[in-house]
């Protein structure tokens, strides 16, 4: 059974060769480490490991987490984020990347107003198409980009997308490359948080600034 250190030298390894293979700078492809499936109490070994972004999808796992370990790592919230839950997670999430609907960016506007430092938020697009997904569409993209551009309190910083479970290479590709396109043609300097375990590569190889790693770092972790 491999430990936390033998994955992530195995991953760190794939990382580095995808971009290689991409004729990209490791420098320039950022992890989240996704701790979803820990326990607050078993977070510590993975802060050891020096990851300092995390990632929670959950508004209580958030909370529960911050509170124990706030100053250790920079919080970046991935999972759909309900209006009514804003208020508990202002303050300490530092990077949003499902920004999906503009009452929740007013929403974030009107907590957010009295803090100095604007969100760092990326906009979650549906490429796929997939009705079970959440995000803007991609013909709404432009719209909606300049509706937010309006509040102080956000700053759009990139695109964010998941591709379908299970997708083929080819069309996994086609979901990354359609968000660069985006990204390229709506946001030029935007990064793009896409990549997870089952497609970081690909992700890397798409011109993925942001990967978002849970399950591949810790499966077998659970005892
Ligand atoms: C769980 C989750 C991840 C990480 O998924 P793994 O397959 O475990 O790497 C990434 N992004 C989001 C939005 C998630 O909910």
Not at 31 to 49: I, N, R, S
Not at 89 to 99: E, F, W
Not at 187 to 194: A, D, I, K
Request: with cysteine; glycine share 6%.
């Amino acid at each position: 059974m491999m430990d936390l250190q033998h994955r992530w030298n195995d991953v760190s390894q794939r990382i580095e060769a995808a971009c290689v293979r991409a004729g990209r700078s490791v420098s320039d492809v950022h992890m989240v480490a996704v701790t979803k499936y820990l326990e607050a109490v078993q977070m510590q070994k993975w802060l050891q490991f020096g990851w300092t972004h995390v990632g929670e999808n959950r508004v209580e796992s958030l909370v529960d987490k911050w509170d124990t370990f706030s100053h250790q790592a920079t919080w970046h919230f991935i999972g759909s984020l309900q209006r009514r839950k804003v208020k508990e997670v202002i303050g300490k999430i530092d990077y949003l990347h499902s920004l999906d609907r503009f009452s929740l960016a007013e929403e974030i506007d009107k907590r957010l107003d009295t803090i100095v430092s604007p969100l760092k938020c990326f906009i979650q697009v549906n490429i796929s198409g997939e009705k079970s997904k959440h995000g803007i569409s991609p013909q709404e993209l432009e719209d909606f980009l300049g509706d937010v551009a309006n509040f102080f309190s956000i700053q759009v910083i990139g695109l964010m997308t998941m591709a379908p479970l299970h997708a083929s290479e080819r069309d996994t590709r086609g979901v990354f490359r359609e968000l660069r396109m985006l990204r390229d043609r709506l946001l030029t300097q935007g990064q793009l948080s896409m990549g997870m375990s089952q497609d970081f590569e690909w992700a890397i190889e798409e011109g993925a600034t942001w990967i978002r790693l849970g399950s591949i770092l810790m499966t077998e972790e659970q005892d």
